[in-house]
């Protein structure tokens, strides 16, 4: 498996398995390839948005990494970073997304971040184990959602 910045190009082939995600009833918002290249690869916010890809260059997952903005719809504290992470189903507990986070993690020390902040729906259950694994640590919890913080810098 190796990781790497995400390009436009990858918009179609990361939309395919959101919409496996949405249909297997893992996921509520778009996931057409418009909005994957405006909200994932090419935000104006990002840090980083990598791709884990397999030895024969198929997708596996993806990793966003923001800096939270004045006003960010998540609420988040100016400064932080906000994560998320989308992994093909097929490709489940392989360690896809452990392996995306060990790249992101890299990429907050080097921007300075202080925490990140993972925020999931508190019926995603996948979600909230997967970032409770890495060391996420619950910290609000506001309407139908479960917030959580990585430390990035003790
Ligand atoms: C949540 C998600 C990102 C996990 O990705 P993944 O590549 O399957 O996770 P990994 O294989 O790297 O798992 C790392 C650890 O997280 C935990 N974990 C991951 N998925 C889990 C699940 N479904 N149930 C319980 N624990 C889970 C485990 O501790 C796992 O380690 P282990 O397999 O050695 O026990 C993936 O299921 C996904 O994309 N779900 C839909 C979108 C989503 O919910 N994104 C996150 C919230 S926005």
Redesign the pocket.
Known sequence: MKVRQAVMGDASEISLFLEQ?ASLG??SIPSDPDFVRTHYIEHTDNIQCAVAEDEDGTIL?LQILKIASEGNTYGVDVGWGII????KPD????????TLFVATRKVAIDAGLKRID?T?AAT????I??YA?LGFRTYRTPDGKICKYFEVAP
Request: hydrophobic share 30%; proline share 0%.
């Open positions: 995600l893992k996921r997952g998320g992470t989308h992994v490709a489940a507990r392989r360690g896809v997304g452990k993972a999931i995603n259950s996948d979600g184990s997967y694994a």
